[in-house]
């Protein structure tokens, strides 16, 4: 079969619903598979327009994660945007890449008001209208909080990305040396397009962290805000639809920022 035509008839069956699928009988899929494996780039084009991982952008990932995890967002769109999408549609490459390469906070920046440490990926989440949230990106994976009955506890797990639950909680480490980390609860809000954030410092070191400071304000600099962080919070942060950067200062002047992009459903 000529691989205009296969690539026509691969088409037809793949996105033209059932009835376009019927017209296409055993015997012309049949040509049509064993002609398209013979074009390999092809085959990977639709694999990646169909969700499916590639296994060549598996292997390429796996030697290039390294510097992956380096660069900025927008250079991996620019420099790497195939890697860029075969990290959103492939769990294997994904878990690799949160748990070898994606550290909580990258390495700190000193500046004179003292070290800035950046969370390595935003946190992305999308509301709907049924008042639940959507976890998307490739930043820390939420937890998924089981309660042990036999021990009336709870045991906290990674979330898959791409579920949608009432709630997203995330346990961040701030401080390993210190054992300081951060546990950050964000559930929708009682207004549309809003969602309150709770923070809860713990470890043994948050005794020592009464009196960090919270500051927020919108990625484009507007809609600022500050004042002291608790170490348990009660009164929640409410936050619109928009891009957020959140940051916690110690009183060492240490301050972690955890940029927050929160969308909803249209």
Excluded at 21 to 46: F, G, H, I, M
Excluded at 182 to 198: N, Q, S
Excluded at 227 to 237: A, K, M, S, V
Aim: proline share 5%; glycine share 8%; with cysteine.
């Amino acid at each position: 079969m000529e691989p205009s035509k296969a690539k026509e008839l691969a088409s037809l069956f793949l996105t033209g619903g059932g009835a376009s699928r019927k017209k296409v009988t055993k015997e012309q899929l049949a040509e049509t598979c064993a002609s398209l494996n013979e074009d390999p780039d092809y085959v990977a084009y639709l694999e990646e327009e169909f969700g499916v991982p590639a296994p060549y952008l598996c292997a390429t990932f796996a030697d290039r994660a390294a510097e992956y995890s380096t660069m900025s967002e927008a250079t991996r769109r620019r420099e790497l945007p195939e890697l860029a999408a075969h990290l959103e549609v492939c769990t294997d490459c994904l878990d690799i890449y949160r748990d070898v390469y994606l550290s909580a906070f990258a390495a700190g920046i000193q500046r004179v008001q003292g070290e800035l440490k950046v969370l390595g990926e935003p946190i992305r989440l999308v509301l709907n209208w049924a008042g639940n949230i959507t976890e998307f990106g490739v930043g820390p994976a939420a937890l998924l909080r089981l309660a042990d009955t036999s021990l009336g506890a709870m045991e906290a797990l990674p979330m898959a990305a791409g579920e949608t639950t009432a709630e997203k909680a995330w346990d961040l480490l701030l401080d390993e040396a210190r054992d300081l980390s951060l546990h950050l609860d964000i559930v929708p809000g009682k207004r549309a397009r809003t969602v309150e954030v709770r923070f809860n410092l713990t470890g043994s070191g948050a005794a020592a962290e009464s009196k960090m400071e919270l500051t927020y304000q919108k990625e484009d600099g507007t809609d600022k805000g500050n004042g002291p962080l608790l170490r348990h919070q009660t009164i929640p942060l409410i936050l619109d639809c928009a891009s957020w950067l959140l940051r916690l200062t110690s009183t060492s002047g240490t301050t972690w920022e955890i940029p927050l992009v929160l969308n909803h459903e249209n």
